[in-house]
């Protein structure tokens, strides 16, 4: 079983849609969890960094963390189809360690 | 923001050649770079970390020898891929970090062996 789980997709929403985008974890060590966005043939983007539970806001994009259940979770509202591309999530126990990433859902957002 | 760049972002070359990939970080002293892989439609996979003048640390499964990391300045650091074969190719993408900060991603170097 992988430390990281991601909802895989793909996933299709129509412009304007709020996006659910998930990752389960069994490391209860963790306590540092990122979403980066990846863009095809470009390198990954971050876009939220968490640290332990709660939620964060920027703009569009909310992060919420529960550890209790070891999920977290990324919303994005308003979707955009620029907001199209492979979103990655990871987690890491410390931050000076190295993170563990998911393997990713890609997200097309149609006009 | 931070930025990091690669050199080259793509590059062809023949089976059995040797392939040198550039990650600099262009803003900030990279104290520690890593290495990673990706093939179409998967997650990263890290290769191996590096710290600033120290030897790499690679991960399982990694040769050391046929993927040379030398990271010899706050700034730079090179993944040389040796006697390079078509299964090598991929896309390589390089992350640096200074101290506890964020890790931030370079561009990426799509490599294709002959």
């Known amino acids: ?111 | 923001g931070a930025v990091v760049s690669q050199h080259p972002s793509w590059v062809i070359c023949k089976s059995g050649t040797s392939v040198k990939i550039e990650c600099r970080s262009l803003d900030f002293q990279a104290t520690t770079m890593f290495w990673y892989r990706q093939f179409p439609k998967q997650s990263l996979m890290l290769m191996a970390t590096s710290n600033e003048g120290s030897k790499a640390t690679y991960e399982q499964g990694v040769e050391k020898d046929k993927f040379l990391i030398n990271h010899a300045s706050l700034t730079l650091s090179t993944l040389t891929v040796t006697s390079a074969h078509p299964e090598d190719s991929s896309f390589y993408i390089c992350s640096a970090r200074e101290g506890e900060n964020e890790q931030f991603f370079g561009p990426g170097t799509r490599l294709t062996v002959l």
């Not at chain 1, 304007?16 to 209860?28: E, K, P, Q």
């Not at chain 1, 919420?64 to 955009?80: A, C, E, G, W």
């Not at chain 1, 990655?88 to 890609?106: E, I, P, Q, Y």
């Open chain 1, 1 to 111: 079983q992988k430390e990281v789980e991601q909802d895989p997709g793909p996933l299709s929403v129509p412009e304007g849609a709020i996006v659910s985008l998930n990752c389960t974890y069994s490391n209860s060590a963790f306590q540092y969890f990122m979403w980066y966005r990846q863009y095809s043939r470009k390198g990954p983007e971050l876009l939220m960094y968490t640290y332990s539970s709660g939620n964060k806001e920027d703009g569009r994009f909310t992060a919420q963390v529960d550890k209790s259940s070891k999920y977290i979770s990324l919303f994005i509202r308003d979707s955009q189809p620029s907001d199209s591309a492979t979103y990655l999530c990871a987690m890491r126990a410390t931050n000076a360690g190295k993170s563990t990433f998911g393997d990713g859902t890609t997200l097309t957002v149609k006009p």
